[in-house]
């Protein structure tokens, strides 16, 4: 079973393009991270959120927690190729729990 | 600061060998975690280390696999006999505590072959 299910599973666009992943679950999380994953390397953390209805920017990546925390989404403005890569949402059930996956999103940006 | 460490990069190894992957941790990182990624399953927990104590092995899915953590500084995961459904890229990563980013190490790409 899994317990976040990302959508969509890959995601193709142009340069300079707007896109919006989600992550959504039946559970609700004390806190939510975005990481973001390269080829052959591990995946590195963007973003924190731990408030219902938090928003959070990261240059020109926008990230909202879900008002009843069951649900993220990752908004990338004028994508470009730099932004390539596996998206990947984690939620933490609680303070002591570790961090349950999703299987993440595909971006591929092409120049 | 090296980041997590992970050995070997890749392994390739045949069915029933002993494979032992290798994880040094963030120093001052109190937890230590290994995931394995598939495309099919993507990234599961298989176990986690609290002051290097197994608090949590429920993921890990068999007998064959174990874990250890002699110190802060070391921990391995060793799976005896291998076989072919095991191949997998196998992560370690540390935190500082329990609410916080995890810091993943570059990975062990293992085929089972």
């Known amino acids: 079973t899994q317990l976040l299910e990302q959508s969509p599973q890959f995601l193709s666009i142009q340069e300079g393009e707007n896109l919006t992943v989600y992550c959504n679950s039946s559970?609700?999380?004390?806190?939510l991270q975005w990481y973001r994953q390269e080829p052959g390397e591990g995946p590195v953390l963007l973003v924190t959120?731990?408030?219902?209805?938090e928003v959070k920017k990261l240059k020109r990546l926008t990230f909202q927690f879900g008002d009843a925390r069951k649900d993220s989404s990752l908004h990338i403005t004028a994508a470009q190729p730099g932004d390539t890569g596996l998206y990947l949402c984690?939620?933490?059930?609680?303070?002591?729990?570790?961090?349950?996956f999703g299987k993440g999103t595909r971006l591929s940006v092409i120049a | 600061d090296a980041g997590v460490i992970q050995s070997p990069r890749h392994e390739v190894t045949e069915m029933g060998q002993e494979v032992t992957l290798r994880c040094k941790p963030i120093?001052?990182?109190?937890?230590l975690f290994w995931y394995r990624q598939t495309m099919m399953r993507g990234l599961e927990l298989l176990i986690y280390?609290?002051?290097?104590?197994?608090?949590?092995d429920s993921g890990m899915p068999e007998d064959r696999f174990s874990a250890k953590m002699p110190n802060a500084s070391f921990s391995t995961l060793k799976i005896q006999p291998s076989e072919p459904r095991d191949s997998a890229v196998y992560f370690c990563?540390?935190?500082?505590?329990?609410?916080?980013?995890?810091?993943f190490g570059s990975g062990t790409r293992l085929t089972v072959v």
């Open positions: 990563a540390s935190s500082p505590r329990r609410i916080y980013g995890y810091t």
């Open positions: 559970s609700v999380f004390s806190s």
């Open positions: 959120v731990v408030t219902g209805g």
């Open positions: 984690a939620g933490q059930y609680s303070g002591n729990t570790p961090l349950v």
């Open positions: 120093s001052g990182h109190d937890y």
């Open positions: 280390f609290n002051n290097n104590v197994p608090i949590d």
